[in-house]
């Protein structure tokens, strides 16, 4: 009805449809709903560059909550899309963590001759000494950007076509006809692909397991200069038992930790 001939309409009604006349006239003020003019499926989701989602686009719902803060996983073998790792990031957040460590250091005996009378107390005995601790909390420095995520709301899809090897995440637990799940990606976060690199090339460890928090450790080794001391006038029963001045070596590794990283292993399908 919002067309010009609206008036011509209009003026073969009686004067009583003042109220219809209104009712139209407020409907052709409203811009209408904005609609996907897109070829991706329903439950499609993807990152945007944008402050608002596109037309047939939703930005809400307990699923895209979830993601919220958090890295997109190609759901792995025998995993449950949508399951969660870690708590997500706040904006801006640079996550921390911490390691513990245990170590110890063994003192080699010493004969000393010459140690009599007062002031003797102080030495170092030989043995093995232990020693542990935590250490101070870092950042893990991992890189990442902030992005809009939206999900595909309109069906049936818009017009146009989809290139074939698209990758997509959705929020369906199978993915829609003419895409299929690709086997490389899955328990993997992805990079774009760097300068002379090659596609589809794994590095790193192994995939995760479903639902994994993955964790590493740090070894470590150095040396420990205990002082010395200089003795005189012992007699030959205080003349052994001391501890060797030197720079004994103390190795360990430490205790593992998870570097943090939040993530959702969701569904993802590439175009066939």
């Given at each position: ?25 407020a ?15 329903s ?8 402050k608002e ?28 899309p ?18 513990s ?44 950007v ?9 069906e ?47 590095f ?48 360990g ?20």
């Amino acid at each position: 009805m919002c067309v010009s001939g609206l008036p011509q309409f209009l003026d073969k009604l009686s004067p009583a449809p003042f109220v219809f006349m209104t009712l139209v006239a407020a409907v052709c003020s409203v811009p209408l709903v904005g609609y996907a003019q897109d070829p991706y499926p329903s439950q499609a989701i993807a990152f945007f560059n944008a402050k608002e989602c596109p037309g047939g686009w939703t930005p809400t719902g307990n699923l895209l909550d979830g993601m919220t803060g958090r890295f997109l996983v190609p759901v792995m073998p025998n995993g449950t899309p949508q399951q969660t790792v870690e708590t997500a990031l706040a904006s801006g957040e640079n996550r921390t963590h911490a390691h513990s460590f245990s170590s110890s250091i063994t003192l080699s005996s010493t004969y000393i001759h010459g140690v009599d009378g007062c002031c003797n107390n102080d030495q170092t005995s030989e043995g093995k000494y232990t020693f542990s601790g935590t250490t101070a909390v870092s950042t893990s420095e991992v890189p990442y950007v902030q992005l809009l995520v939206c999900m595909k709301s309109d069906e049936p899809p818009g017009p146009g076509d989809i290139p074939g090897g698209v990758l997509m995440f959705t929020a369906g637990l199978d993915c829609p006809s003419g895409w299929s799940q690709p086997a490389a990606t899955q328990g993997r976060f992805m990079v774009g692909l760097p300068e002379g690199g090659s596609g589809l090339a794994t590095f790193g460890g192994d995939s995760l397991a479903p639902h994994e928090d993955r964790t590493h450790a740090h070894s470590f080794s150095d040396s420990f200069t205990p002082g010395s001391k200089s003795l005189a006038q012992a007699p030959w029963w205080k003349a052994w038992g001391y501890g060797h001045s030197g720079a004994p070596k103390y190795t360990g590794e430490s205790g593992t930790a998870p570097t943090g990283l939040p993530y959702m292993q969701i569904l993802q399908c590439e175009k066939g």
